[in-house]
C-alpha cells in the first residue's frame, strides 16, 4: 500500500510558507530547535508504522462490541497507548507545568497528521485524552488536575467528552442530565448520553468522562450548564469502586469501528459522583476550549483519510492499465495506464488540491494559535481572534471536501474502489463522519454567519482580509502567479458585498432570512479560504523557482505546486459563481410560517 502522505509537502507547508523555525525565538518555545521538530515527525513515522498501519484493516473488520458489559476494542489499540503514554506524546502541547512538553501547535498537528493518514480510527483514544486532560489541567482545581491528568497523560487512563443526550441531539439549551449537590464537594450525577467516542474499553485502568450538567436551581439553556469529572471508578475508602458509568449499547457504525461510540447511563440507581470543574454554569464555556481542538482535529481527520486517499488512487493509477488515449485508434497496441487519461488526471488533481489546499488551511490555524500562547500585545490578540474566527471554516472544508475527494479516490479504481480488496470503500465510509463530529455542518454555517461575521462590528473579518490582501500583493509581483492572485481579489471582494447582503437582513430583523443560506454561505467562505492559503502556496513555490539552483526533483516539485494551484483556480474557484447567485437571491424557498 502506497504511504498515505508525502513528508515533503508536509515539510513544506510547516517550513516554507509558515517557518515553524521562526517560533523557536519565542520565549515559550526557545529550548527547541527545527532539528528537534525534525525527530518528533520521524517519531510519529514510527509509531504510525510499528502500530497503526498494520491493523487499520483488521480493525474495521473486527470492530469494537459490547460483552458482559465491557467494551472490548481492537487489541492493537493498547499497545499504541501504551507507546504514545511512554514518549509523552498524548500532552505534548500542554505547558510545562501541567506535565507536556510544550511543543508548538504545529508539531503536535503534523504528529496527529502522520498518525492519522496511517489509521484515522484508533488516534481518536489519544486525541479524546488530550483534550479532555487538557480542559481539567486549564479549569480544574489543582486537586483533580493532580488525580487526573497524570494518568491521562501517561495512557494508563482514557478521557472523553460527553454532551449529547438522547432526547437533545445538538441542542445544548435541552441538556438533562442532573447534578445534586451531595455537600462534600461532589455531586451525584444522574442522566444519559450518546454517542461518546471511546466511552468504555477493556483494557484503561480508569476513563474520565466530561460530563455537561444541569445543578438544582440552574438557569434553563445553556447560561444553566455546568461541568463535571465523572469517572468510570471513583477512589473509596483508598480502594477503587464503580461509579455506575454504566455501558448500554455500541453503535453500529458506517466506519471508524475501531473506536467505539456509547450510549452510557450515569447514576441511575443514585451512585455515580461527578467533581466540578470550575465554577458552577460555566460549563459550556470551559467545554468549547475541548470542542474548538476536537474541531481542528476533525478537519484534520477529513485532511488526512483524504490525504490516504489520494496517495493510494495515485499509485493505482500509476500501476493499472486500461484503455487507450483518444488519439490512439490503433487496438493492437498494449493498453496505456490509466493515469494518462486527462479525467483521470483531473480526479488526482482535484484530491491532491483538496488535501493540500486543506493542510495549508488547518496548519494556518495551528500558527495562530501558538502565536496567541507565544506572543504578547496585539500579536497575541490578532491571532487568537482569527483563530477563534476561522476554526469553524477549518473543521467544515476540509470535512465536507475531504468526502468528495475520498470518492474521486474510489472512483479512480473504478469497481474495485468498491470493493473490500482495496482500502478505498474503508476509507469512503471512514471520512463520511466528519462533516458529522464536533457539530454538523449546518451548525458551522450558523455560527460563522451568526455570530462569527457580525462580533465585534466584523473585526476579525477585516483582520482575515489584511492577510489575505498582504499575500495578493506579493502574488502580484509573480508573474506566474498574478493573475489567480488578481482573482482572488475579485472572489473576496464578492465575498464582502454578499456578506453585506447578508447582514442586511438581520439589521432589519429578519434572523430567518439572514441565516436560512448560511450552510452556502460557509461553502463559499472555505473556498475563498482555501483559494487564498493556494496563492500562499503558490507565492513560495514561485520564489523558490525564481531563485534558482534546484535539483530536478524539486524543480518538479515546485512546478507542480502551481499547477495544482491553477488547478483549483480554474475547476473549484468558479464553483463560486453559483453560491454567489444562490446567496444574493432574496426569494426564499425554505422558509416556512
Known sequence: MAKEYDRRNLDFILKEVFDMSSLCKYPRYADFAPDMFDMLLDSADSI???????????????????????????PGVEPYMKEMGESGMIGCTFDLEHGGQQLPSMVGGAHEFIRGAAHNSVVMFTGLSHGAAHLIASFGSKELADQYVPNMLSGKWAGTMCLTEPQAGSSLNDVSTSAKDLGNGSY??????????????????NIIHLVLARMEGAPRGTKGISLFVVPKRRQENGEWVSNEVVSLGVYHKMGQKATPALHLSFGDKGDSVGYLVGEPNKGLIYMFQMMNEARLGVGMGGAYIASAAYHFSKQYANERSQGRLLTNKDPNTAPTLIKNHPDVQRMLYFQKAIVEGSMGLLFQCFHWDDIAKAADGEEKAEAQVLLDFMTPVAKTYPAEMGILAVNQGLQVLGGYGYTEDFPLEQMARDVRIMSIY??????????????????????????????????????????????????????????????????GFAMKGQFDVFLADSTLYMELFGLISVAWQWVKQANVAAEALAKGGLSETEKAFYLDKIHTMKFFFHYEVPKALGLSKRLMDEENLTIFN
Open 48 to 74: 504510525a508504522e510499528k502500530y497503526l498501519r498494520p491493523i487499520y484493516v483488521d480493525s474495521d473488520r473486527k470492530a469494537a462490541e459490547l460483552v458482559d458489559g465491557v467494551v472490548q476494542v481492537h
Open 188 to 205: 451525584a450525577i444522574k442522566g444519559q448520553k450518546i454517542f461518546i467516542s471511546g466511552g468504555d474499553n477493556h483494557f484503561s485502568e
Open 438 to 503: 464536533e457539530g454538523t455542518t449546518g451548525i458551522h454555517g450558523l455560527t460563522l454567519l451568526g455570530r462569527n461575521i457580525p462580533l465585534n462590528n466584523g473585526q476579525a473579518l477585516q483582520t482575515l482580509g489584511k492577510y489575505i490582501m498582504n499575500d495578493v500583493a506579493k502574488g502580484k509581483t509573480l508573474d506566474s502567479v498574478k493573475p489567480y492572485a488578481e482573482a482572488l481579489e475579485k472572489e473576496v471582494a464578492n465575498l464582502t458585498q454578499i456578506t453585506m447582503h447578508k447582514l
